[in-house]
């Protein structure tokens, strides 16, 4: 839990334009202030499902797809065909930017809720797409730079998406800090801070529950006590704020 940047990405057909693209934006990653960026890989059939331990394990993981069944429950996993893409090391505190096209199969075999037979499941997946996301949230974390770390982080990983629109394979970006939407940086440095109270003051309550046996990157903070005061308060205001709404919607 914790703040995070989610994208999509649609690709060119070709596994060569797909490969142009990556290389595209492996160039603008490194031109970024990144911790660092990794050469591109590139895995095909077997060797594109996870393995204990491999040091692309990360980008394997996050190309995964969950198929769906025509209820909306889950049918199973996908694993892609071909997987060409890279990884950022983003900031201290924040998770790793999987970047990547991946190919998959038109059909997964699913166990069949019913008689317990295997079955063909459509995957609906496009030719060479990619989602993913990055938490940016724990790089606010005050021993690793605070805000400016945080921002150095969130910033350049919209730049970098927005490089992928400039190529024309961002489909969808949702920003859960806002700013890819408004590019307001103060509004996200409140936001940060924000988040950052609200976590603190669930996992406090959380902790109350199993006698403080909980821990999370949120309580490493120093001031995590001032931060779960004030998420508290900024919960308190919430809820005041909903009964205020209810009793006037009420006197209509």
Request: proline share 6%.
């Amino acid at each position: 839990m914790g703040l995070t940047i989610h994208w999509s990405f649609q690709g060119p057909p070709p596994k060569a334009d797909a490969l142009a693209v990556i290389e595209k934006m492996r160039q603008r990653a490194l031109d970024l202030p990144f911790d660092s960026v990794s050469e591109i890989v590139q895995f095909q059939g077997p060797d594109s499902d996870r393995q204990q331990d491999h040091e692309f394990d990360w980008l394997k993981m996050i190309s995964e797809q969950l198929v769906w069944n025509r209820d909306l429950s889950l049918g199973g996993r996908c694993p892609a065909d071909e997987l060409v893409g890279f990884v950022v090391d983003v900031a201290p505190g924040a998770e790793p930017m999987g970047v990547y096209l991946a190919d998959y199969p038109t059909m997964i075999l699913v166990d069949d809720e019913r008689t317990g037979e295997p079955r063909e499941l459509p995957t609906d997946l496009v030719t060479w797409c990619g989602s993913s996301f990055c938490k940016t949230q724990y790089s606010s974390h005050p021993d690793l730079g605070g805000v400016s770390t945080f921002l150095r982080a969130h910033l350049s990983v919209v730049r970098l998406l927005d490089f992928s629109k400039e190529l024309g394979i961002l489909r969808k970006v949702v920003d859960e800090g806002g700013f890819s939407e408004n590019r307001d940086v103060p509004a996200l440095v409140k936001t940060i801070g924000d988040w950052n109270a609200m976590i603190a003051a669930g996992a406090g309550a959380i902790g109350d529950l199993f006698d403080g046996n909980i821990q999370g990157p949120i309580k490493t903070f120093p001031d995590f006590e001032h931060l779960e005061a004030k998420g508290h308060d900024k919960i308190d205001a919430w809820l005041r704020k909903i009964k205020e709404e209810r009793k006037r919607d009420q006197g209509r």
